[in-house]
């Protein structure tokens, strides 16, 4: 992404938070978090990824509520960010957290031999 992508990413990424903690009263979406927002090089359209962490259950409830809140938060960001048009919002599950537990149970399932001391690298 661009220098412009980025900084406009993080401003809208740290807008919704903001929104999502304070402002938006709908319980489907209390307790998420926004993971990231990656705009496409026309700042047209942002994709805000998002995550209940730890409740993967809420998945289907979460992605509903924020459907219903599209028109409230991107007009809350158009008040906000400088721009000639606001970015449409395009609301993602984020899987990376799932992911990375799940690698981390894998690593620690390995049954890994010790190291052999004859392959360590000292300075003599």
């Known amino acids: 992404m661009s220098i412009i992508q980025d900084r406009m990413a993080e401003k809208i990424h740290a807008i919704l938070s903001d929104l999502l903690l304070r402002e938006v009263s709908d ?7 926004v993971t990231d927002v990656q705009l496409d090089p026309e700042l047209a359209y942002a994709n805000v990824y998002v995550n209940a962490l730890g409740d993967e259950a809420r998945q289907k409830d979460v992605m509903k509520g924020l459907k219903s809140a599209n028109g409230f938060l991107r007009r809350e960001v158009g008040k906000r960010v400088r ?19 799940r690698l981390n149970q894998l690593i620690s399932k390995l049954d890994l031999p010790p190291q052999d001391k ?7």
Request: aromatic share 6%.
């Open 27 to 33: 319980p489907r979406l209390q307790h998420i978090t």
């Open 83 to 101: 721009l000639r048009n606001t970015p449409e919002l395009n609301f993602h599950w984020d899987t990376t957290l799932e992911r990375g537990e």
């Open 118 to 124: 004859k392959h360590d690298d000292t300075v003599e």
